[in-house]
């Protein structure tokens, strides 16, 4: 079935039916994608403007290609990094990482399962966080697999030395390695804790995502286009294990035929619908 041949359905009518499902069949997992974050100023790798019209992920979005653009196109590597950094660390949380904690504080919510690596859900204050493709600020020694999380302060004063003048690949590669690629503990290599395309996910991480939707009677599908896998494989393993799926996004997705309720409306929106108990009564 094409997503062009849902139905109208009355906006008021769905919301109502998901705070239905979410109350007698909750506590919900949910699955977020980079949508949530559009409103926090991160965009997505699919949007025409931003960040990654100027760094194609192409050549920017895997471990190859970043260091092919480091050895060949240094000031453009630094560019990308300073870019990168900058958004990073200037994102706040926005209403719906907020309303997604809201949710998790009146228990009825058990865990969030994100492909997004900019650590808002953590920000907004949301305990349970399940990051399949990792953190933008956490790194990880490779010889004693030491973590640790770079606070927005330290990558404040690393963008400074970004700005200006290009460093150069001698002094640039130096920069990098005293302030971010270098063990603490062993004095190791350590790489950024994140996974790019071609990476295969953490184990654990992708064992931890499986159990928490298999543990819940209700998914709540965010801001993806359910298209990257193994992640798009989510929502069909909770559906196998009998949950009610549902879906919120403004337009369809290669998802939407497949859940038992679409909610075309923004998260936002639809969510302060969810958490505001009085409109329901
Ligand atoms: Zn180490």
Redesign the pocket.
């Known amino acids: 079935m094409s997503s062009h041949n849902i139905p109208p359905k009355d906006l008021l009518t769905e919301h109502k039916e998901a705070f239905r499902i979410i109350h007698e069949r909750g506590p919900v997992c949910v699955l977020t994608g980079a949508g949530v974050s559009v409103d926090s100023g991160i965009p997505t790798f699919r949007g025409t403007d931003g960040l990654w019209r100027q760094y194609p992920p192409s050549l920017f979005g895997h471990t190859p290609g970043l260091i092919f653009t480091f050895a060949c196109f240094p000031k453009w590597f630094q560019s990308f990094l300073r870019d990168t950094i900058k958004t990073f660390v200037q994102a706040t949380p926005n209403d719906t990482h907020t309303l997604l904690a809201t949710l998790e504080q009146q228990g009825l919510l058990s865990g969030i399962i994100t492909q997004n690596v900019d650590q808002l859900h953590q920000d907004a204050g949301s305990q349970h966080v399940v990051e399949v493709h990792g953190n933008f600020f956490r790194s990880v ?1 490779k ?4 973590q640790d999380t770079l606070s927005k302060d330290a990558l404040r004063a690393f963008l400074n030395e970004l700005e200006g003048q290009p460093l150069g690949r001698i002094k640039l590669f130096k920069k990098l390695k005293q302030d971010l690629f270098t ?1 603490p ?4 290599a ?1 790489r950024p804790d994140m996974v790019f395309f071609g990476d295969p996910l953490d184990t654990s991480t992708w064992q931890e995502a499986i159990c928490l939707v298999k543990h819940n009677k209700v998914m709540l599908v965010l801001g993806t286009s359910a298209t990257v896998y193994p992640v798009a494989e989510l929502p069909h393993i909770a559906r196998e294990a009998g949950a009610t799926l549902i879906e919120i996004n403004p337009t369809p997705t290669a998802l939407t035929p497949f859940v038992d309720l679409y909610i075309p409306d923004t998260s936002s929106r639809a969510l302060r619908l969810l958490v505001d108990d009085e409109r329901h009564c």
């Open positions: 020694c010889t004693c697999k030491r063990c503990s062993c004095g190791g350590r």
